[in-house]
């Protein structure tokens, strides 16, 4: 199976969870992505990797229209039926895989992509799609997983990840995108990294059987000292971890 083949089977089978997911409804980031998109109310909008639409509908009110993306057909089915439900107008969702945009070049004021940066496989096309769909002046907002600068967590939270569902490919050090970024041309205006400390169960829930006991095994062979880099503490009798993200503004210069 591809990537993306893995992205539409993981997605298909979860896309009510993320309807009503309190994490990817989560207002503080939906209105730090709106903040940092400075939205005009004139602008045309792209939002990547839409899933069930959150990041969509918390810029409608704010621009002329939204168009959503996805690679999976049943989370663009939540997310026109909750489109319906709030009787929101302005926002109309496609069908797309981020390596491949279906639009013209210069089509869009703004593209916004959160928490699914880490399922592409091919990151330097898929943000090469999102400078080649965005006008000159135009402005990306990022919002992901990331890991922090330091190799033991840089691999063991991509390797929870992975266990946790099989289409995370990666997730990037805060400098790692800036360099992805500035090596398709944009230029980076803020880089903000922060922290949520989340139970272990987060991993676990939702994942395949058979990777249940090895996340269980990767955590009971941390060392003390790697015990703290994830900041891995009991709380409520329940083992609770760092988990790490980052947002991200671009834009491109005016020709
Ligand atoms: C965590 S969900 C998205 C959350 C959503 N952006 C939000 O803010 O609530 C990740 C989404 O990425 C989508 N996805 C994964 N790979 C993709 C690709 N290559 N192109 C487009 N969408 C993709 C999945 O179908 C899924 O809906």
Known sequence: MTTEEQARRVFGERAAFYTTSAVHADPQVLARVVALAAPQPDWLSLDIATGTGHTAFALAAHVRAVVGTD?????LREAETLRAAKGIANVAFTLAD?????FPAGTFHLITCRRAAHHFSRMGLALGEMRRVLRAGGRLVIDDRSVPEDDFVDACMNE??????ESHVREYRPSAWRKMLQGVGFAVESVESYTKHRPLTAF???????NVPQIHAAIARLTPAQREALNLREENGEPYLNHWYVTLAATIAKA
């Open 71 to 75: 690679l999976t057909p049943e989370m």
């Open 160 to 165: 929870l990840d992975r266990y946790h569902d």
């Open 98 to 102: 981020v390596h491949d945009l279906p």
């Open 204 to 210: 676990t829930e939702k994942a395949s059987p058979e």
